[in-house]
């Protein structure tokens, strides 16, 4: 996986444990996909302080991810579902059965 969507995935998993500076300057640069000159224009800041600001901020993120390794953990589970839809697709008899489990697999990932 690439860098940032790694460190995409860690704002939308983190993002309310940053200080609203932190997550405004990485929000726009990994959501609104902002140059660094162009965040800097629209927070009033140099280009080296958006700079400062995002690799403060994913270090705080990454060591929020060691340690709690909620990232992580929403995967494996989404992995796991995506194994369970394969094998009820491989199983399960009817075509009624099947669409009740794959409901039951969403309504798990999406309630993580």
Same mark, same amino acid.
């Given at each position: 996986?690439?860098? %940032?969507?790694? %460190? ?5 998993? +983190?993002? /309310? ?5 932190? +997550? ?5 640069? +990994? ?28 270090? +705080? ?14 995967? %494996? ?16 008899? /009817? ?18």
């Amino acid at each position: 996986m690439s860098k %940032n969507i790694e %460190n995409a995935i860690l704002l939308d998993t +983190y993002g /309310s444990m940053l200080t609203e500076k932190q +997550y405004d300057t990485l929000s726009l640069y +990994y959501d609104e996909d902002l140059s660094l000159s162009e965040i800097a224009e629209n927070m009033g800041i140099t280009r080296q302080g958006v700079h400062k600001c995002i690799r403060t901020a994913e270090e +705080y993120l990454t060591q929020l991810e060691e340690t709690l390794g909620f990232a992580q953990k929403y995967r %494996n589970v989404c992995d796991l579902c995506d194994k369970l839809t394969a094998l009820t697709d491989e199983n399960v008899g /009817s075509a009624d059965e099947k669409e009740k489990m794959k409901s039951i697999i969403e309504d798990i990932k999406n309630a993580i």
